[in-house]
């Protein structure tokens, strides 16, 4: 079974995790980073990582490479069972959400990134093409 727990600086994670409820009804958990009334939680993923069955496994996904709450994260990529992603976008996360637990976490991870990756793109290089219809998308 696959744990999924979205982290990030303000409210970056909690609107993830709304985004993701609204369109699959999954409900994803969710750490805010400085955030006035919440505290950091460390702790608290600390607890949920020594709860989950050692054949369990745990995707933490982050917002920014080499910010400070992927920098903390880190610390639990010593548990053999903890996946640390960074870079986090809905489509990535929508993704995750829907993959197949029978498939390799990590061969799903790296799939799940190159699909994140194709959804980025700057839209005025398209301006002066024909729009595509609608029911293209």
């Known amino acids: 079974m696959r744990h999924y727990i979205l982290t990030g600086h303000a409210r970056i994670s909690e609107g993830l ?3 993701a409820e609204l369109i699959l009804g999954q409900r994803v958990k969710f750490y805010n980073a400085y955030v006035a009334e919440e505290g950091f939680f460390l702790d608290e993923i600390r607890r949920e990582i020594a709860v989950c069955p050692p054949e369990d496994e745990i995707i933490i996904m ?36 829907m993959a197949d637990e029978s498939q390799q976490t990590d061969e799903v991870i790296k799939e799940c ?11 005025n290089m398209w301006k002066d093409q024909e729009a595509a219809p609608l029911d293209d998308f």
């Open 113 to 123: 990134i190159a699909q994140a990756r194709e959804g980025i793109c700057y839209c």
């Open 17 to 19: 995790a709304s985004a």
């Open 62 to 97: 982050t917002d920014v490479l080499g910010g400070s709450v992927n920098n903390e994260m880190m610390k639990f990529l010593n548990c053999g069972n903890v996946h640390l992603i960074c870079g986090t976008n809905l489509p990535l996360v929508i993704g995750m959400l």
